[in-house]
Every structure is written in structure tokens, then in C-alpha cells.
Nanobody, 116 residues
């Protein structure tokens, strides 16, 4: 059973930065494709950024140039560096890992609030 734990969320002013972490246990981390998603109240869950097992990245248009996704397989951890944060980035951010044979797993989420 894979467990994902996110951390790093919080309250930040517009223009500020946060770094989210997602640590996995109980799996061979390196085989999984990984991603960050977010969900704001009343909105659908949306993809923010993904990174494949080979290290290829993809970003939502709304965060391109501001967010950076990365992974450290040796530490079983994925990161999301968020810069130039805007109020519309406020949401619960969730970590996802998936593999065609090994399955898909979600973390419990971490709240990010961007407000002055």
C-alpha cells in the first residue's frame, strides 16, 4: 500500500513563494509518473504540473513560468516550487502518483492560501 504525505502549504502574500513536498512510502518511487493537482472551493480538480518517470514535465498554462515541479527518487519525494503566487492559486494542492500496472494514489492535500 502506497502512502503519500504532502507538506509545505500555508498562507502567503501575493507575489510570494512556497515549496510543496510530497513524500511516498511503500513503493518503488522511481517507476511512477507523478503530479500536482489542485481544487478550490466550488471548482473542479485541475492538473497543475506533472513529471514522468523519465523526468519530462508538463504544466498548466496558468502556472507556466511561475511553478517548477521536480522529483528526487533517492528521497521518494516530489516538489512543487511556487513563485509569484496569485490569489487565484488558492486551493488545496494534492499529490498524485500513477503507473499503468502499479495503480494510482492520492495524498490528503495541503492548503495553499494567497492573500494580503
Amino acid at each position: 500500500q502506497v502512502q503519500l504525505v504532502e507538506s509545505g502549504g500555508g498562507l502567503v502574500q501575493p507575489g510570494g513563494s512556497l515549496r510543496l513536498s510530497c513524500t511516498a512510502s511503500g513503493s518503488i518511487f522511481s517507476i511512477y509518473h507523478m503530479g500536482w493537482h489542485r481544487q478550490a472551493p466550488g471548482n473542479r480538480r485541475e492538473m497543475v504540473a506533472t513529471v514522468t518517470s523519465a523526468g519530462r514535465t508538463n504544466y498548466a498554462d496558468s502556472v507556466k513560468g511561475r511553478f517548477i515541479i521536480s522529483r528526487d527518487n533517492a528521497r521518494n519525494t516530489m516538489y512543487l516550487q511556487m513563485n509569484s503566487l496569485k490569489p487565484e492559486d488558492t486551493a488545496v494542492y494534492l499529490c498524485n502518483i500513477n503507473h499503468p500496472a502499479a495503480g494510482e494514489y492520492w495524498g490528503q492535500g495541503t492548503q495553499v492560501t494567497v492573500s494580503s
